[in-house]
Every structure is written in C-alpha cells, then in structure tokens.
C-alpha cells in the first residue's frame, strides 16, 4: 500500500511560479504523476515520472510550462509550475501505481494523495 502526501499548494498571481510536492510512502511504483481538477471540470493528466528511469511526459496545455521531476532518496515528486495562468487554478493530486502502458488513464491510478489546492489569481 502506497501512501501520497501533497503539499505546498497556495495562492499566486499570474505569471508567477510555485512548486508543490509529494511525499510517497509504503510500497513502490512504476511512475507518479500529477492531475489536477478544477471545479465542474474532469481530472486533468498534467504530468508523469517513470521513478527507475526518470523520463516524464506533459499534458498539452502545461507543456514548455511546467516540470516534473523526482528524488528517489526521499521518494518525493515535484511539479514546478512557471508562468502560471488563472486556467491552471485546480486541486492538484498526485498519483501512483498505475502500469507501462496505463499511465495517461487516470482511472489506472490505484493510490491518490488527498489533493492541494493551487489558485492563481489575474
């Protein structure tokens, strides 16, 4: 059983940057990622972290933007999100366990984080 911890959510303006995290515990996985959901709207893939072989994939809409990144010491995952736009304004969760050829299926996801909020203000 995997346990996800997020953090470092907030309010920013746009164009600005933050960095939130997330702490894994309990088990290993094939690669972490990040979604996120803005009210009324479906689960969003935003990014994705293969956790052996380090390589990542972007959603459309954060690519040149955003970046994820992994420390396996402290089996935490990053996104840093730059040049933040009002549209990126959702609950950010973070994710793990699904397989190779699953990762971009949010319902392939078996472990979630409680989510952190992140409002970018106009």
């Known amino acids: 059983q995997v346990q996800l911890v997020e953090s470092g959510g907030g309010l920013v303006q746009a164009g600005g940057s933050l960095r939130i995290s997330c702490a894994a515990s309990?088990?290993?996985?094939?690669?972490a990622a990040w979604f996120r959901q803005a009210p009324g709207k479906e689960r969003e893939l935003v990014a994705v972290v293969r956790w052996s072989a380090g390589s990542t994939y972007y959603g459309d809409s954060v690519k040149g933007r955003f970046t994820i990144s992994r420390d396996s010491a402290k089996k935490t995952v990053y996104l840093q999100m730059m040049s933040l736009k009002p549209e990126d304004t959702a609950v950010y969760y973070c994710a793990a366990g699904a397989g190779v050829l699953t990762i971009q299926i949010p319902s392939a996801y078996r472990y979630w984080g409680q989510g952190t909020q992140v409002t970018v203000s106009s």
């Open positions: 309990g088990g290993t996985f094939y690669a």
